[in-house]
């Protein structure tokens, strides 16, 4: 089973700034597979990015994932007020079984 | 647009069963996924399972294996997952998440299912 290491555990910005989450995979993944997350308190999770670096429909392209292997980013290239929450990395193997990450917590510095 | 619409929240008691289900509309057909996830009071997300829509296939993480049933009635495209044998850490918030056949990233998310276990 693949465990997703998520990292930094928080990190302290202030709006304006660029954020880079990192997310790193016991053992390769395969290609396409990797997506992330927003959660906002008492919030369903909403989908950034998938296959790697594909923004979901309605994504501002100020969001913008890559890698590939074990390592993956979440670039967040000018944080806006709206961006401070939580930030989950998702990986799916071929039975469809999914593993999230830990959780990366964007807070306002 | 897809959207999913699950049941309200639930108490109930250690070593009771829990139903819940999510009603799925704005397909197109019934080529798609719906998965169970939980979240932990304070904690992180945490995958129960998943159906088949179309054809009923389930799969679920082992940690679950033995007390989770998922099904589904194709009729009102409602899948449901019964929980057994609550536990007093099985307390969580259950949302379920769809996603289309040749992905694996679910895209859908319902707005989530408070199930707490209290005596």
């Known amino acids: 089973e693949i465990v997703l290491t998520q990292s930094p555990g928080t990190l302290s910005l202030s709006p304006g700034e660029r954020a880079t989450l990192s997310c790193r995979a016991s053992?390769?993944?395969?290609?396409?597979?990797l997506a992330w997350f927003q959660q906002k308190p008492a919030q369903a999770p909403r989908l950034l990015i998938n296959?790697?670096?594909n923004r979901a429909t309605g994504i501002p392209d100020r969001f913008s994932g890559g890698g590939s292997g074990t390592d993956f980013t979440l670039t967040i290239s000018r944080l806006e007020p709206e961006d401070f929450a939580v930030y989950y990395c998702?990986?799916?193997?071929?039975?469809?079984?999914?593993?999230f990450g830990g959780g990366t917590k964007v807070e306002i510095k | 647009q897809v959207q999913l619409v699950q049941s309200g929240a639930d108490v109930k008691k250690p070593g009771a069963s829990v139903k819940v289900s999510c009603k799925a509309s704005?397909?197109?057909?019934?080529?798609?996924?719906i998965h169970w996830v939980r979240q932990a009071p304070g904690q992180g997300l945490e995958w129960v399972g998943r159906?088949?829509?179309?054809?009923?296939?389930?799969y679920s993480a082992q940690n679950f294996q033995g007390r989770v049933t998922m099904t589904r009635d194709t009729s009102s495209s409602t899948v449901y997952m019964e929980l057994s044998g609550l536990r007093y850490d099985d307390t969580a918030v259950y949302y379920c998440?769809?996603?289309?056949?040749?992905?694996?990233?679910?895209?859908?998310w319902g707005p989530g299912t408070l199930v707490t276990v209290s005596s």
């Open positions: 296959g790697d670096s």
């Open positions: 053992q390769s993944v395969h290609s396409r597979s």
């Open positions: 998440a769809s996603h289309q056949y040749g992905s694996g990233n679910p895209d859908f």
């Open positions: 159906i088949n829509a179309n054809g009923g296939a389930t």
């Open positions: 998702q990986h799916y193997d071929t039975s469809l079984a999914l593993t």
């Open positions: 704005g397909y197109n057909s019934i080529a798609y996924y």
